[in-house]
């Protein structure tokens, strides 16, 4: 789709699953936007309060939907930061080592959605006219 971030969506995991679901695939982007948005702020949420145990569902759940619909990079961060939450629960200790990770993760999430939305949306793949109208031009008319 495009190919200054060729990396951050498998197109052909992407379309098949598409293809797979038909019109419930935007009902799915849908719910992907929201979920994200929520899990994303809980994990920000539980970095700021150092709550271990509140990064592991969220974490989990980005995880699950992101490879759902090829978006395995934000699926692998979401993942680093699902186990080291999970193995610093049981050594009670908090993972001050995830702050880049948190921070990608919403920047990678934002541009996955972005890409998701150019891919699902009609009017945003369109490119606009240059201005109102048809361009005048005489250059066919009176001309040999």
Not at 4 to 33: M, Q, T
Not at 92 to 106: G, I
């Amino acid at each position: 789709m495009d190919e200054a971030l060729p990396n951050i969506v498998d197109w052909a995991h992407f379309e098949k699953h598409r293809s797979e679901l038909g019109p419930g695939f935007i009902k799915i982007i849908g719910y992907f936007r929201e979920d994200g948005e929520k899990s994303i702020a809980k994990i920000e949420q539980a970095m700021h309060e150092q709550n271990t145990t509140a990064l592991v569902i969220p974490a989990h759940t980005i995880k699950g939907e992101s490879r759902q619909l090829g978006a395995e990079p934000l699926a692998r961060i979401a993942e680093l930061i699902e186990t080291t939450a999970r193995l610093c629960v049981e050594t009670h200790r908090f993972p001050d080592e995830l702050v880049p990770q948190v921070v990608e993760l919403r920047r990678l999430f934002q541009e996955t959605v972005a890409l998701f939305d150019k891919a699902t949306n009609p009017l945003m793949t369109r490119t606009p006219p240059a201005g109102f109208g048809r361009k005048a031009s005489n250059q066919g008319f009176g001309r040999i």
